[in-house]
C-alpha cells in the first residue's frame, strides 16, 4: 500500500506541476492577445490554437488530480445509510466499472492519435497536431491508474472491515 502511495503522490506533483504551469501559460497568453488585438490590431497567429489544445491538456491533467484525491463526481445518497465495509465494496465495483470504460476510451484515443499521425497535419509552425493530441490517451491511462489505487485501497478496506 505504501508504494501505490508513493506512486499516485508522485504523479500528483508531476499533474499539478504541470496543471500549473499550463494554466500560467493560458493566462498571460490570454492576456497577452487581447492587449496586442486592443492596442497594437495584431495577435500572435497561433495563440488561440495554442490556447484550445491547452485546455484539453489542463482538462485531462484536472481530471486525473481530481481522480487521485477522490473529487470527482459521485452520487452519494445511499451512502449514509450503508456500513462503512459495504461502502468500501461498492466503491470496489464502481471503480472497476470506471477502468473498464477509461480503458474503452483510452483504445479509441490511441486509435485517433495514430490516425492522427498518418495524416501528418500540422498544429503550426511545422509542430504535428498529434503532439498536442497526445494527452488524450495519456490522460485516460492516468486515470486508469488512479482508479486502480483507489480499487485496491477500497478492497483492502472491504477486506478489513472499513476505513483503515
Not at 6 to 24: C, K, S, Y
Not at 69 to 85: G, L, N, V, Y
Not at 125 to 149: D, K, N, Q, R, T
Request: glycine share 6%.
Amino acid at each position: 500500500m505504501k508504494f501505490l502511495s508513493r506512486v499516485d503522490g508522485f504523479l500528483n506533483r508531476i499533474e499539478g506541476a504541470l496543471l500549473i504551469t499550463f494554466l500560467t501559460v493560458m493566462v498571460l497568453m490570454a492576456f497577452l492577445q487581447v492587449v496586442l488585438r486592443n492596442v497594437f490590431s495584431e495577435g500572435i497567429l497561433w495563440a488561440d490554437i495554442l490556447l484550445r489544445h491547452l485546455v484539453l491538456w489542463v482538462g485531462f491533467l484536472g481530471a486525473a488530480l481530481a481522480a487521485s484525491q477522490e473529487r470527482h463526481i459521485s452520487i452519494d445518497a445511499f451512502a449514509r445509510m450503508i456500513t462503512p465495509r459495504v461502502r468500501a465494496g461498492i466503491r470496489v465495483i464502481t471503480n472497476l466499472f470506471t477502468i473498464a470504460v477509461c480503458y474503452l476510451l483510452f483504445d479509441a484515443a490511441l486509435t485517433f492519435v495514430q490516425f492522427e499521425i498518418e495524416d501528418q497535419r500540422e498544429l503550426f509552425s511545422g509542430i504535428p497536431e498529434w503532439y498536442s493530441e497526445i494527452i488524450i490517451p495519456v490522460g485516460f491511462s492516468l486515470l486508469m491508474i488512479h482508479f486502480a489505487v483507489r480499487m485496491i485501497v477500497a478492497l483492502h478496506e472491504t477486506v478489513r472491515g472499513g476505513r483503515t
